[in-house]
């Protein structure tokens, strides 16, 4: 069935005739991988495949992110030359000198070939997913490149904002009322942010256009919030969360900020709010926060959090969300609560306790810890305003 399927798309398998290369695999049976890097192997030799190793690096940006600790840190996969620690370069937006790489083992390398996908430290910025990396001689050529790019992007904004004048306004306001939903949006990851721009743009309608002021990576902050206030805009968080002086200014400001970590929950919500549907059936409540700050290691248990509830009450029952500099990277159960060694079914804010959670080990002293219960909300549907000629 899925055959037919690829084929009616023009991917014709070679057993019907096709070109397509078919490799038949399934994790659960452990089947088909051996088979599928040989695939990989004959395809390559077949469409003659060759990168020259003894230049300077090509590659392409596949992820990217801002770690507090770090700073900008890019995924990169090299496609042509030779990429080395010291070498300066052009990507995208951003410049940078290449500060150390890692491999896909997390191990420290000090040059990557073709076909190589490293982790690069060293940037100016973030870049975007899909970036293309180039090696240049200098810093002064790189840093020149960057700029230039920079003004280029500023005047295509500033073109693509000055849509709206007075010559057309009245146009615009005869075809019928213009109506925006205006959005920002924080990730966790650079892809998390261009799938949830892509899976948004597609909800734009002639009635309703979906538009989205800022993006970036990183933990939602005062300034998101202002922008938010001053433009009006609601702020989308996925896998990220805000500190409290941020919730703060959020509900100071009337600020909307909704938190997802399904983007098909995201899409499906910004949907029917277009439709007049905003009220999720279900709203999520933190019912407490504690910090981690100290790591014991139990044996048969594993690591275990000594941590101090800083507002609220942490109950036995509740879902809990690790966070690390803002950022989701744990959402599961407690595998158990306790106070002197005791278990307990709840501990309240000033207290301090013991936790494990489920299937999660990698646990750091300062990491967030946040409990909280999903509530049923009754839907409704927003009440038309009544037009009167």
Not at 57 to 81: F, M, N, S, W, Y
Not at 104 to 133: F, M, N, T, Y
Not at 204 to 230: F, M, P, Q, R, Y
Not at 261 to 282: C, F, Q, R, T, W
């Amino acid at each position: 069935r899925v055959k037919r399927e690829l084929a009616e798309l023009g991917l014709i398998p070679e057993e019907w005739g096709g070109e397509t290369l078919f490799a038949e695999i399934s994790a659960k049976k452990k089947i088909g991988i051996e088979e599928l890097l040989e695939l990989v192997l004959l395809q390559a030799e077949i469409l003659e495949l060759k990168a020259n190793p003894n230049k300077p690096a090509r590659g392409t940006v596949i992820e990217a992110r801002l770690d507090k600790g770090r700073g900008p840190v890019a995924t990169v996969l090299v496609r042509e030359g030779t990429l080395r620690v010291g070498d300066y370069f052009v990507c995208g937006l951003e410049y940078g000198r290449v500060r150390a790489m890692m491999n896909d083992r997390g191990e420290r390398i000090k040059e990557a070939g073709p076909s190589i996908p490293v982790e690069i430290l060293g940037l100016s910025g973030v870049p975007q997913a899909g970036d293309e990396l180039v090696v240049v001689e200098s810093e002064k050529l790189a840093k020149e490149v960057s700029q230039y790019r920079q003004q280029k992007r500023r005047e295509a904004l500033l073109v693509k904002a000055g849509g709206i004048s007075l010559e057309n306004i009245y146009e615009k306001l005869k075809e019928g009322e213009v109506k925006e939903l205006k959005l920002i949006v924080k990730a966790d990851v650079q892809g998390s942010v261009e799938a949830i721009r892509e899976a948004l743009q597609k909800l734009s309608t002639d009635e309703v256009k979906v538009n989205i002021i800022h993006t970036s990576t990183g933990t939602i902050t005062e300034s998101d919030i202002l922008l938010a206030a001053a433009s009006h805009a609601i702020v989308i968080g996925f896998n990220v969360r805000p500190g409290a002086k941020v919730k703060e200014l959020a509900q100071r400001e009337n600020v909307d900020v909704r938190f997802y970590n399904v983007i098909y929950h995201l899409v499906n919500d910004i949907k029917d709010a277009m439709s007049g549907m905003l009220e999720p059936e279900y709203r999520e409540k933190i019912i407490g926060e504690a910090e981690i700050r100290q790591l014991f290691k139990v044996p048969k248990v594993g690591m275990v959090a000594g941590c101090y509830v800083t507002s609220g009450k942490i109950e036995r029952g509740a879902k809990i969300r690790i966070l690390r500099e803002g950022v989701v990277v744990y959402d599961g159960k407690l595998a158990s609560l306790k106070r002197f060694k005791e278990d307990v079914k709840e501990v309240a804010a000033g207290y301090e306790c013991g936790m494990s959670f489920e299937n999660f080990q990698d646990i750091k002293v300062n990491d967030i810890v946040e409990a909280y219960v999903i509530e049923e909300v009754k839907r409704e549907l927003a009440s038309q305003p009544s037009r009167q000629g």
